[in-house]
């Protein structure tokens, strides 16, 4: 086992605990978001299941579950912007 310089005491999980707390409230609030967002996306699009694909390091572009259609990559979606510049 690995001999840490910080140790695990209670003390310390019990400061940590607030801020465990503040994030799964974070998140929940974001995936609500997320969720209302793909919502929309399928009814205006008519593509069942459409959501934002996540790669182990983010989001990193658009399909759909059923893996239907080709994945829609971020720098497709970030050139309009890019292109104004």
């Not at 790669?55 to 259609?69: A, E, F, K, L, P």
Request: proline letters at 1%.
């Amino acid at each position: 086992m690995a001999d840490y310089e910080i140790k695990k005491t209670k003390e310390l999980i019990d400061k940590l605990k607030p801020y465990w707390k503040e994030l799964q409230k974070i998140q929940t609030n974001f995936v609500t978001s997320l969720i209302e967002i793909e919502q929309k996306m399928e009814k205006e699009t008519g593509i069942k299941d459409i959501e934002f694909f996540q790669s182990d390091v983010g989001y990193c572009g658009i399909g759909n579950v059923q893996r239907t259609m080709a994945l829609v990559h971020d720098t497709e979606l970030e050139e309009e912007k890019n292109a104004s510049n």
